[in-house]
């Protein structure tokens, strides 16, 4: 056998069944290899290496499976940073394989030359690169358990050209698989029983105790445990963004977003009422905690934290309790020693005074919601989306203008709906390849697609991706003709001196149709809500250009643009 030959075996052999890449002339040996193994793995072919990055993560963050993704040397490494990061900050087990020169050559001016593993050193848990065949089947469990234990993150590794056509020779037992590290997490983990029960008995005595849960309640897909915990203790849920979704948001108890983008004042509120703070797979990062300000010091409330990744804890708040352990796990635990204490506790009137601030901020959204203005409201947008949304569905949004409206307007009914937003770098262009990794996780959910200009400009031509593989796929473009979120900001902090942040707005669907997308250009609600019908009949990829009302003209609901708003019209 081949080195390329043995690494599609061992992939087969830890059940991977598609790749994303592009191809280039350092990667033909591993080409080839796929070709052979077909129908076994797959290989989807991107048109940027960011993009294939991107197809990645989405994939790993719905299989609960590591992403795999390939490129060539040279640029096409360098075009993979990007998704390769975000994967890695985000706790997301994604392994990219570069295909690279010749050892040979090494030093020696080749085109293309480049030393791929230290370029890939600060942004991934694990960054090789390989010397000989025969080491590929090792090195190959060593990269999937370093992506899938401990905190998930990204692993690469670089295949010279003679370890790629290089003659293999197998000896007993050395092509397999560490079976445990197939999915993620790998090796969950459990808390001990003194600690648990020290936590229970916080519980027990706390009067209003809030549920905070973060990107890593999803990823150990601990939302069973995480409402089970919150009905036994009647308490709130809230949520980082990257944790929406965990809990259906029809549920009494679920409160919505909590922090800075898209916030929900309800969840602000309980979090600083609560006399107990429960966070779950939380960095307890910026947006969440509004700079570190939310909650504020009280010396009598009590705060735990439960983490797979003992660094996390105590971090940036000085925790009551430290609970190292996987997510589902530990709330599992903490669930079945509750039930031994007696019953579960009912509603109380403080809970049921946020559910009345919940109604009566939704009665208050409603104007928004249902507006006839023109250019289109973004909540418009949302609420016709929430009116025809599946259930399941996976809802992935760009970083930029759609965020702060997906976060507060949208609502997930749960059986297994997902929403997916680069959270760590907030880097343009995600969606729309994100749709593609999603669509080969769950073949048979609806994906849906949200963006603006700055990301489709990004991300553009994996338009005929979705086309050349006929991906259900409904994509939402929000036309304001600029960088939005970059122009709010300086409309709030620059006096309004616009600099860098306009460009050229025309018909986008004219761009989708180039593709051979069935695409709609929407200029009005009514426009909107017929096309949105025709969208989701339809078993293809359709494209809504929707002209939207730009930032500036009324502010996105961000807490700490709306506290300098204020500010500045007191001033």
């Not at 648990?196 to 069973?224: C, D, M, T, W």
């Not at 023109?374 to 609420?383: C, F, H, L, S």
């Not at 949004?397 to 680069?422: E, H, M, N, V």
Request: with cysteine.
């Amino acid at each position: 056998m081949k080195g390329a030959e043995v690494l599609v075996q061992m992939l087969l052999e830890y059940k991977v069944e598609v790749i994303f890449g592009v191809p280039g002339d350092t990667s033909l040996p591993l080409y080839e290899a796929i070709y052979d193994a077909a129908p076994k793995i797959q290989h989807v072919m991107a048109r940027d290496e960011r993009s294939a990055g991107f197809m990645a993560d989405a994939y790993a963050r719905i299989a609960y499976k590591p992403g795999i993704c390939e490129c060539p040397s040279g640029a096409g490494a360098l075009y993979s940073l990007p998704g390769l990061a975000e994967a890695n900050s985000s706790s997301i087990p994604v392994i990219l394989f570069t295909s690279d020169i010749s050892l040979a050559d090494e030093g020696r001016g080749a085109i293309t030359a480049l030393d791929h593993h230290k370029l890939f050193e600060p942004i991934t848990k694990w960054s090789s690169f390989l010397k000989q065949t025969e080491k590929i089947p090792e090195t190959i469990r060593r990269a999937f358990r370093v992506a899938t234990t401990g905190r998930p993150g990204a692993v690469h590794l670089a295949f010279p050209q003679e370890i790629m056509t290089g003659e293999y020779q197998p000896g007993r037992q050395t092509i397999f698989a560490e079976t445990e590290c197939v999915d993620y997490p790998a090796y969950r983990t459990r808390s001990s029983q003194k600690v648990l029960e020290e936590a229970v008995s916080y519980f027990l005595k706390a009067i209003r105790s809030v549920i905070i849960a973060g990107g890593g309640a999803n990823h150990s897909q601990a939302g069973p445990e995480i409402m089970a915990l919150a009905e036994w203790l009647a308490a709130p849920v809230v949520t980082t963004i990257s944790g929406q979704g965990i809990m259906p948001d029809d549920h009494p108890l679920a409160l919505g977003v909590v922090g800075d983008n898209g916030f929900h004042p309800y969840a602000n509120q309980a979090v600083e009422e609560a006399d107990l703070l429960l966070y779950i797979g939380c960095k307890r990062g910026s947006v969440s905690t509004i700079r570190w300000t939310l909650p504020s010091y009280q010396p009598t409330r009590k705060i735990i934290q439960i983490d797979l990744d003992p660094l996390q804890l105590s971090n940036n708040f000085a925790n009551t309790l430290d609970i190292a352990g996987d997510a589902k796990l530990v709330l599992k635990d903490l669930v079945n020693l509750l039930i031994k204490e007696g019953k579960p506790r009912k509603l109380s009137p403080w809970m049921d005074e946020l559910n009345r601030i919940r109604a009566l901020f939704w009665k208050d959204s409603q104007a928004a919601l249902c507006s006839d203005a023109v250019p289109v409201k973004p909540q418009r947008i949302i609420q016709a989306l929430n009116q025809r949304l599946p259930a399941p569905a996976i809802v992935i949004a760009d970083a930029g203008t759609p965020t702060p409206y997906i976060t507060r307007f949208l609502k997930l009914q749960g059986g297994g709906s997902r929403f997916l937003i680069p959270r760590s770098f907030g880097g343009l262009g995600y969606a729309i390849p994100a749709a593609v990794g999603a669509f080969y996780a769950r073949p048979g959910t609806r994906v849906i697609a949200l963006f603006g200009d700055g990301s489709l400009g990004m991300s553009a031509g994996e338009l005929e991706t979705l086309v050349r593989l006929n991906i259900p796929a409904v994509l939402i473009h929000f036309n304001n003709g600029c960088f939005g979120w970059i122009k709010a900001l300086q409309a709030l902090h620059c006096q309004g001196k616009f600099q860098s942040v306009d460009f050229t707005s025309g018909n986008m669907a004219l761009v989708a149709q180039g593709f051979k997308l069935k695409a709609f250009h929407i200029e009005t609600p009514d426009e909107l809500e017929k096309s949105l019908d025709q969208a989701f009949a339809m078993q293809a990829p359709v494209f809504l250009d929707v002209v939207t009302e730009p930032e500036i003209t009324e502010l996105p609901p961000v807490y700490s643009w709306l506290k300098k708003a204020e500010k500045k019209e007191k001033a």
